[in-house]
């Protein structure tokens, strides 16, 4: 089925490629106005590769409040890292950082329920392999393990990820850049006799001290370690997230990394080996840093990813939150707004505007902190100079507001 023949609309009032946290949370928005909404999402089951552990900033409150009653809960860290600089922000109402905890899996599972509670309907396996716009709507080539079909929607917004399909189907660039480094990440099992809490970290033999959840700079290249029942608390004790940071050279990103690539990435960071005993869900990850060149191309829009990816962790989700409450509201307007509401004063096209200088400023801080990463001169001496400076309680605040806006 594709137009209602009938009335000759679309059969849709929004498609949305992409079921991911994005795609999820503007699904429910939309279905809560009562706004016909159909989620097309490639892959047949949702992936089981770890991502986010969490919101951090203004999104945080956001999603807890439409998540209220699922038991999580928004906390402000008195500790949290920029890039490899620890921001000590004290406690109580004038820390402005706010972190809602939560594995990226759990959050989608919450996301989904509530907007198929709402009435979105979401079909997986179906992904979306083209489309064209008329003046009414566009046309959408769905392609699944049925076959090919098509269907019809007023709007189509991409939320799907950082190597959007509709965007660059839509003739959108993706301007920006690729970073140098090469971040490898895992699961591992250490052992209780292996690892001894102290300090804010930890003693490893063989490795000396190490500070968790932040990177930790050595000649090799950065590490950081955090044990997931610290982010989760149903998680076992001896489980640990790793990471490595070094240059790249000729590797590419992978999200199955062989172990052997994981301790020999390890060896030359850390100069020894790490005691894991096992190690899952391996991957590797290279940082980019780029924005849409247009968030609307008529009836197509982009969200999250798709329209933004950063070079620098814990943000991404910030703004994509954003990216789809401010598109939900403007669609509620476009589509069951007044009836005097000027057709000419599209809702939709203050959507770019909004979303870029913010988005524009999230670029900048997280450029910050991957420049405050590098291992030469430059990166040592930065380092040094904000080190000094954030240990102003005033400063480490102010660059908490930047992590908090987005
Ligand atoms: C290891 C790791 C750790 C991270 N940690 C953090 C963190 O701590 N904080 C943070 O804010 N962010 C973090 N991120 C980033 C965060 O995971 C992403 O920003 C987030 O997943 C983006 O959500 P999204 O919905 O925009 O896109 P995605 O989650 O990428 O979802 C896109 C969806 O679109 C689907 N799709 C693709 N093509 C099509 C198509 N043609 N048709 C239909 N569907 C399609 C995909 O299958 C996918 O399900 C991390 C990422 C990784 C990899």
Redesign the pocket.
């Known amino acids: 089925m594709g137009m209602d023949q009938d009335a000759g609309l679309p059969e849709w009032e929004v498609a949305i ?8 949370l503007l699904a429910g928005e939309l279905a809560e106005a009562g706004i016909r909404t159909l989620v ?4 047949a089951e ?2 089981a ?8 900033g203004r999104s945080a409150r956001d999603i807890a409040q439409r998540l209220a009653g699922s038991g999580l809960r928004v906390v402000s860290p008195p500790q949290f890292p920029f890039g490899p600089v620890a921001l000590h922000l004290g406690s109580g109402p004038r820390n402005p950082l706010h972190v809602l905890a939560v594995p ?1 899996r759990r959050l989608e599972q919450l996301l989904e329920d509530r907007a198929l509670a709402h009435g979105a309907l979401l079909r997986r396996g ?4 083209g489309f064209v716009q008329t003046d009414s709507c566009v046309q959408i080539d769905v392609r699944g393990a049925h076959g090919e079909n098509r269907v019809s929607a007023a709007y189509l917004v991409g ?8 965007r660059k189907h839509a003739g959108i660039g993706f301007p920006g850049f690729t970073s140098d480094q090469i971040a490898r ?1 895992a699961r591992v099992i250490i052992p209780a006799d292996a690892i001894t809490p102290a300090g804010d970290g930890f003693d490893i033999p063989g490795i000396g001290r190490v500070a968790a959840m932040r990177s930790n700079r050595l000649p090799g290249g950065g590490f950081s370690i955090a044990p997931l029942a610290a982010l989760d608390p149903a998680a076992p004790a001896d489980l640990y997230l790793i990471s490595t940071h070094e240059p790249r050279g000729t590797a590419e990103p992978s999200d199955d990394v062989p172990v052997d690539e994981l301790r020999a990435s390890i060896r030359r960071v850390l100069s020894a080996d790490l005691p894991f005993t096992a190690a899952t869900a391996i ?1 590797s ?1 290279i940082g980019n840093s780029r924005q849409a060149d247009a968030y609307r191309a008529g009836r197509v829009l982009l ?4 329209a933004h ?1 950063f070079n620098a ?6 703004a ?1 939150v954003q990216d789809a409450l401010d598109l939900a509201r403007r669609f509620v307007t476009t589509l069951r707004g007044a009836a005097d509401v000027d057709p000419i004063d599209d809702p939709l096209d203050g959507y770019e505007a909004a979303r870029r200088p913010a988005v524009d400023r999230v670029l900048e801080h997280t450029r910050v902190q991957a420049a405050l990463s590098g291992d030469d001169e430059t990166g040592r001496a930065l380092r040094a100079v904000w080190e000094k400076l954030v240990a102003e309680r005033a400063a480490a605040r102010a660059v908490a507001r930047l992590l908090e806006a987005a």
Do not use: M, W, Y
């Open positions: 490629a992409g079921a991911g946290p994005i795609g999820l097309l999402e490639a892959a949702p992936s590769i770890p991502k986010a552990n969490g919101i951090v990226q179906h992904a979306v392999a939320c799907d990820g950082a190597r959007s399909f509709v990440i991957r990850t969200a999250g990813d798709a990816i962790g814990g943000s991404s989700l910030n994509g």
